[in-house]
T-cell receptor
Framework: AQSVTQPDIHITVSEGASLELRCNYSYGATPYLFWYVQSPGQGLQLLLKYFSGDTLVQGIKGFEAEFKRSQSSFNLRKPSVHWSDAAEYFC????????????FGAGTRLAVHP | DVKVTQSSRYLVKRTGEKVFLECVQDMDHENMFWYRQDPGLGLRLIYFSYDVKMKEKGDIPEGYSVSREKKERFSLILESASTNQTSMYLCASNGQVPPQHFGDGTRLSIL
């Protein structure tokens, strides 16, 4: 069965520090992979996506993610965190073809200390 | 930009009421989705629709139904609301290729 695991429920970093949020997936074929961000009381905004090709993908707000097939991982990174990055982050995996259904991880809540 | 609009940001209803959550998208997308979001559980798919009048159950359809009479509109119906349906509900849509685009959510409280 398809699944997505985000091992860290909460992460706290200092402003200006680097960030890595972990995502591991279980899927039989080559999946679509996504990272979304959710600010309090808001819907989900797409940060970046991986379909194929270059395994390092760039997204909005200075985020990037690297697809590692051998580790079934798609970790999100940012070199220098800003206070406005405090939010909840969701990793999602989707099937190629079909109706584009997504399976979401449980989310990682990021707090940023000044 | 894709716009997915959910009719209410906050809604308070009573146990046993029939509740309608409305979602409209403006991009002529074929696929529309209703999710429920609860702390620590991520997003769980309730129902999705891949065309007008077509629907498929997601992972947690019990206690819910849906309606899609027009391509741009997808409604979630709680037939008889219960307190365990208090949650954040998110609507999303996409075309033939991802990603899904989300509305701002409806925070529903059942008293």
């Amino acid at each position: 069965a398809q699944s997505v695991t985000q091992p860290d429920i909460h992460i706290t970093v200092s402003e200006g520090a680097s960030l890595e949020l972990r995502c591991n997936y279980s899927y039989g074929a080559t999946p679509y992979l996504f990272w979304y961000v959710q600010s309090p009381g808001q819907g989900l905004q797409l940060l970046l996506k991986y379909f194929s090709g270059d395994t390092l993908v760039q997204g909005i707000k200075g985020f990037e993610a690297e697809f590692k097939r051998s580790q079934s991982s798609f970790n999100l990174r940012k070199p220098s965190v800003h206070w406005s990055d405090a939010a909840e982050y969701f990793c999602a995996v989707g099937a190629q073809g079909g109706y584009n259904k997504l399976i979401f991880g449980a989310g990682t809540r990021l707090a940023v200390h000044p | 930009d894709v716009k997915v609009t959910q009719s209410s940001r906050y809604l308070v209803k009573r146990t046993g009421e029939k509740v309608f959550l409305e979602c409209v998208q403006d991009m002529d997308h074929e696929n529309m989705f209703w999710y429920r979001q609860d702390p620590g559980l991520g997003l769980r798919l309730i129902y999705f629709s891949y065309d007008v009048k077509m629907k498929e159950k997601g992972d947690i359809p019990e206690g819910y139904s849906v309606s899609r009479e027009k391509k741009e509109r997808f409604s979630l119906i709680l037939e008889s609301a219960s307190t365990n349906q208090t949650s954040m509900y998110l609507c999303a849509s996409n075309g033939q290729v991802p990603p899904q685009h989300f509305g701002d959510g409806t925070r529903l409280s059942i008293l």
